[in-house]
């Protein structure tokens, strides 16, 4: 954030947040660039997301999901038009691997186009396998679409082509 940008805030999301927060999704989703998520999908994970709030409305989000003991993922990160290049993703990056600590894990994923981004905060390109056999079986069995994402599975290929995968190592 820049001295001359207005302030904004970046906390925990409320119930009150989830039609906001879709609002910002739905242009991305249309693009083919995030995977779309039903209204009550959102409500059920409002506690997975932080949003940055300005002016009284909200101009980005970004959520932490648990997906094993030591790995989350950040997912569905998005900044409005108006404020990027403002520091509002990394401010929301920077309150997401807050949460990941907290929980005790100690690895970070994501799956992005914005490699330059994530590289910045300190995420490194990775293969296809980031976890043992006995995780990875056990991963098969979630019915969530982002760790089929994470495992490569070939039903969600048509939703990833051309993302990175990306992984950082928490201090």
């Known amino acids: 954030m820049t001295s001359d940008s207005p302030a904004f805030l970046v906390r925990p999301a409320r119930a009150s947040d989830v039609r906001g927060i879709r609002a910002m999704l739905e242009p991305w989703v249309q693009r083919r660039i995030l995977l779309?998520?039903?209204?009550?999908?959102?409500?059920?994970s409002v506690q997975e997301f932080v949003v940055?709030?300005?002016d009284g409305g909200l101009v980005g989000c970004g959520a932490l999901h648990v997906m094993w003991e030591d790995?989350?993922?950040v997912r569905t990160l998005i900044v409005v038009d108006e404020w990027l290049h403002r520091g509002v993703?990394?401010?929301i990056v920077e309150r997401l691997e807050e949460g990941a600590r907290e929980l005790g894990l100690s690895r970070l994923f994501c799956l992005t186009f914005e490699?330059?981004?994530?590289?910045?905060?300190?995420f490194e390109?990775?293969?296809?396998q980031?976890?043992?056999?006995?995780?990875?079986?056990?991963?098969?069995?979630s019915p969530d679409e982002g760790i089929a994402e994470f495992l490569d599975l070939a039903h969600v290929k048509p939703n990833t082509l051309g993302n990175t995968r990306m992984l950082k190592h928490l201090a």
């Open 130 to 141: 980031v976890v043992d056999a006995d995780v990875y079986s056990q991963l098969l069995r």
């Open 125 to 128: 390109t990775i293969g296809e």
């Open 89 to 91: 993703g990394g401010a």
């Open 71 to 73: 790995l989350g993922e």
């Open 36 to 44: 779309g998520k039903d209204l009550v999908v959102l409500f059920e």
């Open 115 to 122: 490699v330059d981004f994530f590289a910045r905060r300190g």
């Open 52 to 54: 940055a709030e300005a």
